[in-house]
Nanobody, 126 residues
Framework: QVQLVESGGGLVQAGGSLRLSCAAS????????MGWFRQAPGKEREFVAT????????YFKDSVKGRFTISRDSGKNTVYLEMYSLKPEDTAVYYC???????????????????WGQGTQVTVSS
């Protein structure tokens, strides 16, 4: 079991930036590929970013490419999502997730993840 706790969300104006953190406990994150997903009101949860176990490979939703970065710090057992040039359409609850299937390097599919955090709200005002 691994527990994931997100933090860093908040209210920001369009064009601003935020850094979300996902602190893991119970197991080292080196065992997992990690991802960030988001869910806006009335919409389904969607993929945002994913990073493999070594941190060498990252993938992003097309609409956030060039604006968001994902990274991991094994020493702190934490994954980060840095968000720049935020837009009102980025408003959502952001969730951190961990996947442990060894046949997967990364995944953009929510069902591939085994553990989820409780989410942190990001609101971007226009």
């Amino acid at each position: 079991q691994v527990q994931l706790v997100e933090s860093g969300g908040g209210l920001v104006q369009a064009g601003g930036s935020l850094r979300l953190s996902c602190a893991a406990s119970g197991r080292t994150i080196s065992s997992f590929f990690m991802g960030w997903f988001r869910q806006a009101p009335g919409k389904e949860r969607e993929f945002v970013a994913t990073i493999n176990r070594s941190g060498a490979n990252t993938y992003f939703k097309d609409s956030v490419k060039g604006r968001f970065t994902i990274s991991r710090d094994s020493g702190k057992n934490t994954v980060y999502l840095e968000m720049y040039s935020l837009k009102p359409e980025d408003t959502a609850v952001y969730y951190c997730a961990a996947g442990e299937r060894w046949n997967l390097g990364v995944s953009m599919t929510a069902s591939a993840y085994d553990y989820w955090g409780q989410g942190t709200q990001v609101t971007v005002s226009s």
